[in-house]
């Protein structure tokens, strides 16, 4: 796979500018906020050009793209675990309802 992502320059510079904006969407946006059009627009340029720096490293034989390809999978993880933890919780509660509503 490491063979094929070096071969193939576009495919893995797109994968890492993908990794790289949802990383950042995730990771480093407190509660959805936007920026300024010019801030965002400087921003994601400046991603673009750290991926290309990555790309290269990608080339040069480094698992960039498996490293980033890990990290989204466990942010994606913990994001499960967060939402089964809020359905169980609010399940638990909704049950401990109705039994104090029948004990009435």
């Known amino acids: 796979m490491q063979q094929w992502l070096s071969d193939h320059h576009a495919v893995s510079y797109l994968l890492i500018l993908g990794f790289t904006v949802y990383i950042f969407n995730k990771v480093f946006r407190a ?3 936007k920026l300024p059009i010019l801030k965002e627009v400087l921003v994601y340029i400046l991603m ?5 720096v990555l790309m290269v ?4 034989k480094l698992p960039i793209v498996q490293c980033m390809g890990i990290a989204v999978l466990m942010m994606l993880m913990l994001r499960g ?6 359905w169980k919780s609010n399940r638990a509660g909704s049950g401990a309802v109705k039994e104090a509503d029948s004990g009435k």
């Open 48 to 52: 673009a050009i750290g991926s290309f």
């Open 57 to 60: 490293l990608q080339v040069d």
């Open 81 to 86: 675990r967060q939402l089964y933890d809020k």
């Open 31 to 33: 509660n959805n906020q």
